[in-house]
């Protein structure tokens, strides 16, 4: 099981869930995520490692996740089986970055106790995470994958647990039909939402 617990508030919008932004789809279901990426190859990050600080930069995990940047002051650790990110104070940047280039992600989250704020960067935008929930992103453009994402945190104290990290392989240029279907796909789901 993949868990990130940053420690800070975070901020998913529910608003944003299931619309499309800058070429970009945006879930907060995880079925319908998973559907939208019908065929595609999903690799998911357990962070099963003892525990530790990300030391040192580049720190990569089994799935070929790469944590680039962490906070000057130690942004993340890996504890319980968990990535805990935003660790520093009052505010942090953790920066990860995909193997190759994804066509999407996601993951579960819940927002533990605590004032401070995350937010979730990347070419898809910033999207502010609470509560708790699923967040995904796909493409929809094959000029748009996704290479990496950043953690931004402000605030004292509190944290928001991730599991489940899960990304999508970038097809052989062989089967870059497979990409063109997952394109297709989204496209069909948006459609059919907007009736």
């Known amino acids: ?15 944003l869930w299931s619309t499309s932004a800058w070429g970009y789809e945006l879930f907060s279901d995880r079925l319908a995520w998973e559907t939208a990426l019908s065929g595609s190859t999903f690799v998911t990050e357990e962070f099963n490692l003892p525990d530790q600080s990300l030391e040192p930069l580049p720190f990569q995990f089994p799935s070929g996740l790469i944590a680039e940047a962490t906070d000057f002051l130690g942004g993340s650790a890996i504890r319980d089986n968990s990535l805990v990110s935003g660790l520093s104070f009052p505010g942090s ?11 999407g992600f996601g993951f ?4 533990l106790e605590g004032d401070k704020s995350f937010f979730l960067n990347g070419v898809f935008g910033e999207i502010p995470l609470e509560d708790t929930g699923f967040f995904g992103v ?11 994402f950043e953690i931004i945190s402000s605030g004292e104290l509190g944290a928001v647990e991730i ?14 039909l497979s990409l063109l279907s997952v394109v297709v796909a989204t496209s069909v789901l948006k459609v059919q939402r907007k009736r």
């Open 1 to 15: 099981m993949v868990k990130i617990v940053l420690s800070t508030a975070v901020f998913l919008s529910a608003a």
């Open 93 to 103: 940047l953790d920066r990860f970055a995909f193997p190759s280039p994804v066509i």
């Open 108 to 111: 579960d989250f819940n927002v």
């Open 138 to 148: 796909i493409t929809t453009e094959e000029s748009s994958l996704i290479e990496r």
């Open 163 to 176: 599991d489940d990290l899960s990304f999508t392989s970038v097809p052989e240029p062989s089967s870059s």
